[in-house]
């Protein structure tokens, strides 16, 4: 199965001596309606969403707090949210993906400027 992967994530991330490398497992939203429902409708769990192409997000019906980071184009974190309430909307202007999840994973989240390495697989 392909997955449609924006042209500006497909680049090399430009690397920083200071910015940590992060490297994790997503869960793609690339369509309008994945994007639109997000998280919503389902139980905490573990697992980071991928909204592509994205740079807004809100928490309108979510009963659980939610981690949100923004993404530009060479996979760099700009902006970090954490705990994040219901009936709530982000936004970042630059951002050309967003990444959330639930926050009782209990798992370290991201730091800005941390560079996320996006690449796209084929399954077999």
């Known amino acids: 199965m392909k997955t449609k992967v924006d042209k500006r994530l497909q680049r090399r991330p430009r690397q920083r001596l200071d910015a940590p490398e992060v490297e994790q497992r997503f869960i793609l939203a690339g369509t309008h309606l994945a ?60 951002a050309v993906a967003v990444l959330e999840r639930f926050t009782s994973c209990g798992t370290a989240w991201y730091e800005q400027d941390d560079v996320v390495l996006l690449s796209c697989k084929e399954r077999n």
Do not use: E
């Open 35 to 94: 994007r639109t429902r997000g998280l919503l409708f389902t139980r905490p769990h573990d697992k980071t969403l991928l909204l592509m192409p994205c740079n807004d997000v809100h928490t309108v019906g979510m009963r659980h707090h939610l981690d949100v980071a923004f993404l530009d184009a060479d996979g760099r974190v700009l902006q970090v949210h954490q705990n994040v309430g219901p009936f709530r909307r982000l936004r970042n202007r630059q």
